[in-house]
């Protein structure tokens, strides 16, 4: 069933979904242009031990609580009340299906990788242009607000709400309407809009880099997962990487 500007439940879900959209897309736009803080001009680190650990749990919580609700319920609402579908049919319009999970698992690693080489590829040729590293990465932003411990556990759960958001439910919808090709650009490009809080170029214009990737093999595999996968495998790696290269210039600082 289509959307119905006269049934009252439907605008109820148009309500609910611009505000998934104001608060994921057009809020960080907002702070890409200086209207609201980003989270570079966050002071975290003059605050005491404890507070630091009571405010990182707080900013946890309410992270994870929205993610669910903007990414994941309101998306279900949405095919709940306007398309009249149970929940189960709503994740199976989103390609959240268990056939053929280990032919989409191995999409998303080959996807991942493909992903990481050729953003460090990208990356190296940006530092050689004379760019500073912690431009290329929004690692040291997030890492104002939270401990590496967190840091992982956020990058491997916030990609289920994402995917399901871009390459399930929007995509699902702009496919229906303009096809599958322009689906993965147009998703790609609103995934990128919603990195910009960090008040970076670098990190908007990778993210849309990959939700083209993720886009092409969800179009292939007609599987979500693939692409939760890849996303996971690519943010868990990336943050591994940036780990251990923090550990050995500390321990070079030790040393010194």
């Known amino acids: 069933m289509d959307f119905n500007i006269k049934k009252p439940l439907h605008i109820l879900a148009l309500l609910l979904i611009s505000v998934s959209f104001f608060i994921i897309i057009i809020l960080p736009i907002f702070s890409f242009v200086g209207m609201f803080p980003t989270t570079q001009s966050i002071e975290f680190e003059q605050l005491s031990e404890s507070l630091r650990l009571m405010s990182e749990i707080f900013i946890l919580i309410f992270q994870l609580a929205l993610v669910f609700v903007l990414l994941?319920?309101?998306?279900?609402?949405?095919?709940?009340?306007?398309?009249?579908?149970?929940?189960?049919?709503?994740?199976?319009?989103?390609?959240?299906?268990?056939?053929?999970?280990?032919?989409?698992?191995?999409?998303?690693i080959l996807?991942?990788?493909?992903?990481?080489?050729v953003i460090f590829a990208i990356e190296l040729l940006f530092i050689g242009m004379g760019h500073s590293a912690e431009d290329l990465s929004n690692i040291p932003d997030i890492q104002q607000l939270f401990s590496w411990p967190t840091?992982?556990?956020?990058?491997?759960?916030?990609?289920?709400?994402?995917?399901?958001?871009?390459r399930g439910f929007l995509f699902e919808k702009i496919e229906g309407y303009a096809g599958g090709y322009i689906a993965i650009f147009i998703t790609a490009f609103l995934f990128g809009l919603a990195h910009m809080s960090y008040?970076?170029?670098?990190?908007?214009?990778?993210?849309?880099?990959?939700?083209?990737?993720?886009?092409?093999?969800?179009?292939?595999?007609?599987?979500?997962?693939s692409a939760i996968v890849a996303h996971i495998a690519f943010n868990v790696t990336s943050l591994t990487l940036a780990y251990l290269g923090w550990s050995l210039i500390e321990d070079a600082a030790l040393i010194l």
């Open 151 to 166: 840091l992982f556990f956020l990058v491997a759960f916030q990609p289920i709400g994402e995917e399901i958001f871009f």
């Open 199 to 225: 008040g970076k170029i670098f990190p908007v214009l990778m993210p849309i880099l990959m939700g083209v990737v993720l886009g092409f093999i969800v179009l292939k595999t007609k599987n979500l997962y």
């Open 111 to 117: 996807a991942a990788g493909l992903i990481f080489v």
């Open 72 to 108: 994941v319920l309101i998306p279900v609402l949405w095919y709940i009340l306007v398309n009249e579908t149970s929940i189960k049919d709503s994740f199976s319009r989103m390609k959240l299906r268990l056939q053929n999970i280990d032919m989409a698992f191995l999409w998303g």
